[in-house]
């Protein structure tokens, strides 16, 4: 008679959204190039432009073709720019198990995410889309406040401006952690040794 196999749950690890804080010259896209390089797999990174120079090596697809999407691993770049809005309708309906990178998201991400359809749904969704999702940005005032409710980490750079809602729960943490990284940056700056470069404080909900 055949052994019974005992049952092993397999561990999964949710899928996150994770964002990045900090002015130009903190190192906000480099520790995320840094982070999803040790992650693997694959990634898009959305740029409007092409800017920060950081993505510049990396190939820029046409996320409009469906033959763009067949890459199993490494960087990719979309440039916003080219369809806008229509953007992120075709992130949602092509790309799955990856890491998703939306740098400098201010300059196309509207204050409030219920104006871009398939945004919401990304963001609603990433779970189920197997979606790692980094929002980076210069400040807080730059993030739609529906992005603070999904975030599983917050990486906190020096700031221009405080985070201003009282509205997230962990607002007070990441106020605090605005305050000390300013105040370390500021004073690495003083040192003038390019120590202020990559000073992050992680705050969790």
């Given at each position: 008679?055949?052994?019974?196999?005992?049952?092993?749950?397999?561990?999964?690890?949710?899928?996150?959204?994770?964002?990045?804080?900090?002015?130009?010259?903190?190192?906000?896209?480099?520790?995320?190039?840094?982070?999803?390089?040790?992650v693997?797999?694959?990634?898009?990174?959305?740029?409007?432009?092409?800017?920060?120079?950081?993505?510049?090596?990396?190939?820029?697809?046409?996320?409009?073709?469906?033959?763009?999407?067949?890459f199993?691993?490494?960087?990719?770049?979309?440039?916003?720019?080219?369809?806008?809005?229509?953007?992120?309708?075709?992130?949602?309906?092509?790309?799955?198990?990856?890491?998703?990178?939306?740098?400098?998201?201010?300059?196309?991400?509207?204050?409030?995410?219920?104006?871009?359809?398939?945004?919401?749904?990304?963001?609603?969704d990433?779970?189920?889309?197997?979606?790692?999702?980094?929002?980076?940005?210069?400040?807080?005032?730059?993030?739609?406040?529906?992005?603070?409710?999904?975030?599983?980490n917050?990486?906190?750079?020096a700031?221009?401006?405080?985070?201003?809602?009282?509205?997230i729960?962990?607002?007070?943490?990441?106020?605090?952690?605005?305050?000390?990284?300013?105040?370390?940056?500021?004073?690495?700056?003083?040192?003038?040794?390019?120590?202020?470069?990559?000073?992050?404080?992680?705050?969790?909900?």
């Open positions: 008679m055949a052994k019974r196999r005992k049952y092993q749950p397999q561990t999964v690890r949710q899928s996150q959204v994770t964002i990045i804080l900090g002015k130009n010259g903190t190192g906000k896209s480099t520790l995320v190039e840094k982070i999803i390089k040790g693997g797999g694959r990634t898009i990174a959305v740029t409007m432009n092409g800017i920060p120079e950081i993505w510049e090596p990396y190939p820029i697809i046409d996320p409009a073709r469906k033959d763009s999407w067949k199993e691993k490494g960087i990719r770049q979309v440039v916003y720019m080219q369809h806008e809005k229509e953007t992120f309708r075709h992130i949602y309906w092509h790309f799955r198990k990856g890491n998703l990178v939306l740098d400098d998201c201010r300059s196309y991400i509207s204050s409030n995410i219920d104006h871009d359809k398939y945004l919401k749904r990304l963001l609603i990433f779970r189920h889309l197997m979606l790692d999702v980094y929002f980076i940005a210069h400040s807080p005032t730059q993030l739609p406040k529906q992005v603070w409710t999904f975030y599983s917050a990486f906190i750079g700031t221009d401006a405080l985070l201003n809602t009282k509205e729960d962990s607002y007070q943490r990441i106020i605090e952690a605005q305050r000390a990284v300013n105040r370390e940056f500021r004073e690495a700056q003083q040192r003038n040794d390019g120590s202020q470069y990559g000073i992050f404080r992680l705050v969790q909900p």
